[in-house]
């Protein structure tokens, strides 16, 4: 009787320890805002919180971090994908006042030295390496983009990955490789083709946001997902919408066609409301 109370207690104790473990090891995601007027991401991983850009002045972060039920506090750093400052925008306020360290590569600090190489903390990155803030692991990765030396990042906890393309004018091998296997993806559907070429910008912006090194719209966003290991995918959202060049119908209707799932289950990242907790099991 001694030895069956004494394993129940074992395995009692052995239970509420691996609950626990569980419990710290959630891996969620969620949006502050997504598109040309603002960016932020948030990943979860157990008790630390990352911010990816931040592209709003720090009211409005503020107040978009408390509709996700987090305080700035609660955040264990920034990693910027690159300089524009639909991303960096907030980054240096939100980190001076909440002494946050911030992750970037070489070419976004000497494009935004003014703004962010006075930070106390600023680590540079090198963008073929991963590395780890407590519990998320990082992996940055190079994208052609009209900036110094952009990147984009994969999240993970060491089984599944978040994978997040945005800010990208062409696919390439690295990127598909880089993104296959993921169980989550952030994936970038800027423009349709056909309204920003009837649309009303400059001939100039068409060409540039268009171009191998603007932003990816609907159908290549589409053709880069039809060449990804998607065998492990839990959730995709379309994100960076282009207000006057796109609709949430049209890129949903691309990312679906491609996986053969209903149009409900893509997520759509809008600017006012970006989007809402989203958990990896």
């Not at 992750?103 to 962010?116: E, S």
């Amino acid at each position: 009787m001694l030895i069956r109370r004494r394993l129940l207690t074992h395995c009692l104790k052995r239970w509420g320890a691996c609950r626990r473990s569980t419990m710290a090891a959630s891996f969620r995601f969620a949006s502050l805002g997504s598109g040309s007027e603002g960016n932020a991401l948030v990943v979860q991983v157990g008790r630390t919180c990352v911010l990816m850009d931040c592209g709003f002045n720090l009211t409005e972060s503020v107040a978009r971090l408390a509709r996700l039920g987090l305080k700035p506090e609660a955040l264990s750093g920034i990693v910027v994908t690159h300089e524009h400052g639909d991303h960096v925008a907030g980054v240096a306020r939100l980190a001076r006042k909440y002494a946050l360290p911030v992750w970037l590569t070489h070419g976004t600090l000497r494009a935004q030295f003014k703004t962010l190489g006075e930070l106390p903390n600023v680590t540079e990155i090198n963008p073929h390496h991963s590395f780890a803030i407590g519990d998320v692991l990082v992996q940055p990765y190079l994208v052609p983009h009209d900036a110094a030396e952009p990147v984009q990042y994969v999240f993970g906890e060491g089984t599944k990955r978040l994978g997040v393309l945005t800010d990208v004018g062409s696919s390439t091998p690295h990127i598909e490789q880089t993104l296959s296997g993921c169980a989550a993806l952030v994936l970038e559907c800027n423009h349709d083709a056909v309204l920003l070429a009837h649309g009303d910008y400059p001939f100039s912006l068409k060409q540039r946001v268009g171009g191998r090194f603007g932003h990816l719209n609907n159908d290549a966003a589409a053709a880069l997902l039809a060449r990804l290991d998607n065998s492990q995918l839990q959730h995709v959202v379309a994100a960076h919408l282009s207000r006057k060049n796109n609709t949430p119908e049209l890129a949903v209707r691309a990312l679906s066609k491609v996986l053969g799932c209903r149009e409900e289950w893509i997520g759509v990242a809008t600017q006012e409301a970006g989007f809402a907790w989203r958990e990896i099991m």
